[in-house]
């Protein structure tokens, strides 16, 4: 259920680490909550304690705590399913996001561990009620790719629901893939291939 354009996706977060940032007049609230989880991640990275082998698992799952507290794994995944999450019981939402929170952060995990230094700048930020969307520009070599983030502001704080990379939307691709999969098969068997690949992932 991957796609080659969608590898960006695993450096999302990486990429994001040194921003090159809007003057303190164009950022708003939305722009200052990503910067605010990007210099977490860095300290992490940063951190020499937790370079150390040993301390490589723990590592990991600091970083997974900070995405977790920025990204809204359960909105993401009701879009990401479609009308086929209305249908489902409070225990198998959780099983879905459990299982696309896995994905995700198993996607971007081994690629922010190896950041290389792109360079991103911010363009603006635009505020409507409780949606906004910073948009971003990553600058890798003489390449610059458009990275938007669509947030959603829930008890006083925005929330990552979405990130568009050069115009595609993480949640409307895999919406796709899951809805051919539901048309030409069914839930248990999208669940199931969700299923094998978080096995996978967590694999030793």
């Known amino acids: 259920m991957q796609t080659s354009r969608w590898m960006m996706i695993g450096v999302v977060l990486a ?3 040194v921003m090159g940032g809007l003057s303190s007049a164009m950022a708003g ?4 909550s990503i910067k605010g989880t990007i210099d977490e991640v860095l300290r992490i990275l940063n951190d020499k304690e937790l370079k150390a082998p040993a301390r490589l698992e723990d590592r990991r799952q600091r970083l997974e705590k900070v995405v977790a507290q920025r990204f809204d794994y359960p909105e993401m995944s ?10 489902l019981s409070d225990k198998d939402k959780q099983e879905f996001v459990d299982l696309f929170r896995t994905l995700l952060t198993n996607t971007y ?3 922010v561990e190896t950041y290389s230094g792109e360079g991103v700048q911010y ?9 906004a969307e910073v948009r971003t520009k990553v600058l890798s070599g003489k390449t610059e790719i458009p990275m938007d983030y669509r947030l959603l502001n829930k008890s006083n704080d925005w929330h990552v629901y979405d990130v568009v990379v050069d115009g595609v939307s993480l949640v409307n691709n895999y919406r796709g893939q ?9 839930y248990p068997e999208l669940v199931d291939q969700l299923r ?8 030793p």
């Open 29 to 32: 609230p939305a722009t200052d």
């Open 178 to 186: 899951f809805t051919k999969i539901l048309h030409t098969s069914s």
């Open 196 to 203: 094998k690949k978080s096995d996978k992932i967590k694999a």
């Open 109 to 111: 995990a081994d690629r």
């Open 15 to 17: 990429l994001q680490i």
């Open 78 to 87: 009701r879009r990401s399913l479609g009308a086929q999450w209305n249908q």
């Open 123 to 131: 363009l603006n930020e635009r505020t409507e009620k409780e949606y």
